[in-house]
C-alpha cells in the first residue's frame, strides 16, 4: 500500500495542504480519507477527482472550515486500482480517525471500503459510481457524480429527440458500469418507444472488435444508433475498427470517454455523442471553477472529474451547515435530506433519492478533436430506469 503524505505525493496540492488553515482560527478539526486510486486503471478518473476535491477543501479552509465550524484535514492512500488495496486503506483511514471517507470511481472497491465505512458510522462519497452502490452498502453510502441510469436516461432522450428509432447496444459483463449502462439506456429508449434491433458482448481489454463490426454490418435492418459504455483502450479500438470498416452509424458513449486520449483519436471520433456531469459554457459556474483549477494547479481541467471533486466538498459543506454540525451522523443525516444545493456543476438534490442524486446531464459532441455543447437534459424522476 503506498500511504500518500500530501507535501511528497500530491503534486500541485502539496502547497495546499500546508495552507489549509493560513489565516484561519480554528476550533476543531475534522478528518477525512481519500481512499482513491491515484495509480493503476482507475487513475484517469480518480486524480482529477482528488485534485479538484483538495481545491475544495482549500477554499472551504480559507473560508472557515466545515460548515465554518472546523479545520479540514485530508489523509489520501493510493489504491492502486485494487480492490483488496482499497478495503486496507480504507480501514487504516478510519483507524487513524477519518469521519468522512472518499472512495474511488467504481463500485467494486467502493462498496468494499463502503461497508467498512457502514459498519463505523462514517458517510462516504464515491467519485463515480452505480446507483446499485448505496443500496450494496447502507445509509451512510452516498455518490453525486451522475449515475449510470441518470446519464442513461438523458442519452435516451436525446436520441429519441434526434429521430433514432433504432438502437444497437455494445456492452460488457466485466464491470457494473460497462454492462448495467447500456442496459439501463435499451430499457429508457424502449420505454420512449425506440426499439433495441441488436447487441453484442465484449470482454475489457479484447483488442479485436472485427467479429462486433461484422455482426453489425452484416444487419439486415441496420441501427439508427449504436450505444456503448465501454472506455479505455477499449473504446479506441472499437470506434477505429468501426469506422475503419466503414460504418457511418452514430454512436453515443457515456461519461468516461471525455478525455484527451478520446479526442486525439481524430476523424473515427468526430460526431460521437456522449453524457457528463457538466460542460464549462461561457459564464457557467465550471468555466469558473476551470479557470481557476488552472491558476491554482497550472494544469488544464480536461474533464469534468475535477469538478465532480469539487463538488464533493461543496455538497459535505452544505451538510455540515444544514446540520449545524460537523458529527458524522448528522453529516449523514443531513446530506440525505438536501435540496438545490448550486454547485460547480449543477443543482444537486438528495432528499427523496436513495442518496443518488437528481441533477443536470450535460450532452456533448466531439467534433475536430474537442468536446463541444450540445445541451443539458435534466432527465425526470419517472423517466430513470430502477436500479
Known sequence: MNNIKYPRALAGFAAMALMLGAGTSYGAEFKI?????????????DQPGLGGFMLGIKDLNANGGLGGMAKIVVEA????????????????LI????????????????????????????????????????????????????????????????????????AFILKSPDTDYTLTFPQYFAEAFKAKGGTVVGEAVYAMGQPDFS???????????????????????????????????????????????????????GSAVDGVIYSSAGFPTPGSSMEAFNKRFKDETGRVAETSYEASGYELAQLLDAAARQAGSVEPSKIRDALANLKDVQTVLSKVTYAGTERV????????????????FVKTIRPAVSDIPKP
Do not use: W
Request: proline fraction near 8%; include cysteine.
Open 33 to 45: 480519507g481519500a481512499a482513491t486510486a491515484q495509480t493503476g486503471a482507475l487513475a484517469p478518473f
Open 77 to 92: 492512500i493510493d489504491t492502486r486500482s485494487d480492490t483488496a488495496a482499497t478495503v486496507n486503506a480504507a480501514q487504516q
Open 95 to 166: 483507524d487513524n480517525g477519518a469521519q468522512v471517507l472518499i472512495t474511488p470511481a467504481d463500485a467494486d472497491p467502493s462498496i468494499a471500503a463502503g461497508q467498512i465505512a457502514q459498519a463505523a458510522g462514517i458517510p462516504v462519497l464515491n467519485l463515480a459510481g452505480s446507483p446499485t452502490l448505496p443500496l450494496a452498502v447502507g445509509d451512510y453510502m452516498f455518490i453525486s457524480y451522475p449515475s449510470n441510469n441518470l446519464q442513461a436516461s438523458a442519452l435516451a432522450t436525446y436520441a429519441v429527440e434526434t429521430g433514432y428509432k433504432k
Open 211 to 265: 467479429a462486433v463490426v461484422a455482426q453489425i454490418k452484416g444487419m439486415a435492418e441496420q441501427p439508427d444508433v449504436i450505444m456503448t459504455a465501454a472506455y479505455e483502450p477499449d473504446f479506441p479500438a472499437f470506434i477505429k475498427q468501426l469506422r475503419g470498416a466503414g460504418v457511418t452509424i452514430p454512436v453515443l458513449g457515456c461519461d468516461s470517454i471525455g478525455t484527451p486520449t478520446v479526442y486525439g483519436l
Open 357 to 372: 442524486p437528481l441533477r443536470d446531464i450535460a450532452i456533448i459532441r466531439i467534433h475536430g478533436g474537442t468536446p463541444t
